[in-house]
């Protein structure tokens, strides 16, 4: 993500997980769920999935309020898994519509991308996307992964960016999503672009509650959250800066299957991403992570608010 997001106990672990399966089908993530209208796929609906994070599946669910404003049958298949699980999705039809962070999406198609700033992501985004694929307007809104620490432990080694871990990443263990082992956003990233090898990684899950209270109980010394998470302010934690631009631009961006695209969902998506920046974004994923609110209570709110459902 963009590629620059009271301690946690269990039960408020397995809340913040509960959240992030708002909508879920809670079986199978590629079923539909309750709240879809049966048939839409025949009908000439559109179907809306997400990751596995509660971002996703509010960003998820907005976009579902406002299609559905616009009269457009919607089915959601929230929750789904990693960006290897869902694109796949997309390109068979299981899906058709997923929000999405324009850097992680362009390194996806992309190994060799260069941009680093908004516009020039965003343009190679474009051109990498396979045919039967499309992006609409990217908003202002922006979500990075970033490297997080306790500050007392950053404090400790005098670290305040990635730079910093060189000569120290090797007695540390880092924890991200499994997909860190393979992703430029991850180990293979600290390495080139860094220099660093850690002591260990383990696998946890994307920026989600694993990860959080692994940080926060010391299993690990650094691990992967999202910029707009609120539980870095709230659990002590910082996330360190990253000079040489691993983590590149990350808008927020409607991905979707471009023979389902028309005037009206574009129309549509191409609104919400006029009235989401970061700011915005973070405050709404707070009522979902900190206040609990149920996701699409959140999306319905913000949809009314700026006259878009």
């Known amino acids: 993500m963009k590629l620059t997001r009271i301690t946690l106990t269990m039960a408020t672990a397995a809340a913040l997980m509960a959240t992030a399966a708002c909508g879920s089908s809670g079986g199978d993530p590629l079923a539909p769920s309750s709240s879809s209208q049966s048939g839409s796929a025949a009908a000439g609906g559109i179907t809306v999935g997400s990751a596995d994070f509660p971002e996703s599946a509010l960003l998820a669910e907005i976009y579902a309020g406002a299609l559905e404003s ?5 089915t959601k298949k929230l929750n789904i898994g ?3 699980a869902y694109i796949p999705a997309l390109k068979d039809g299981s899906i058709d519509l997923i929000p999405e962070y324009t850097g992680v999406l362009t390194q996806y198609f992309n190994k060799d991308a260069k941009a680093t700033d908004a516009e020039g992501v965003y343009t ?3 051109a990498a996307l396979p045919a039967t694929l499309t992006v609409l ?3 202002a809104a922006e979500d990075k992964d970033a490297l997080v620490m306790k500050k007392s432990r950053a404090d400790q080694l005098g670290v305040k960016s990635i730079a910093d871990l060189q000569g120290k990443a090797q007695d540390l263990t880092v924890g991200g999503p499994p997909e860190w082992k393979t992703r430029m956003t ?5 390495k080139k672009i860094y220099g ?8 946890l899950d994307a920026g989600g509650p694993l990860t959080l209270q692994a940080l926060t109980n010391g299993q690990i010394d650094a691990g992967d959250l999202f910029t707009t998470d609120p539980s870095i ?5 910082v996330a360190l800066e990253d000079p040489k631009s691993m983590y590149a631009a990350q808008n927020v961006v409607p991905l979707i299957t471009k023979s389902k695209s028309n005037p009206t969902i574009e129309g549509a998506l191409n609104g919400v991403s006029a009235k989401l920046d970061t700011a915005t974004l973070a405050a709404l994923l707070k009522e979902v992570v900190t206040d609990k609110k149920d996701a699409d209570v959140v999306a319905k709110e913000f949809l009314s608010k700026n006259g878009l459902g």
């Open 70 to 74: 616009k009269g457009v049958k919607v």
């Open 82 to 84: 990693a960006r290897e």
């Open 124 to 126: 190679e985004l474009k």
């Open 137 to 139: 307007d990217k908003s």
């Open 186 to 190: 991850g180990i293979p990233g600290f």
């Open 196 to 203: 660093l090898e850690f002591k260990q990684f383990r696998p």
């Open 233 to 237: 302010a709230a659990n002590g934690l």
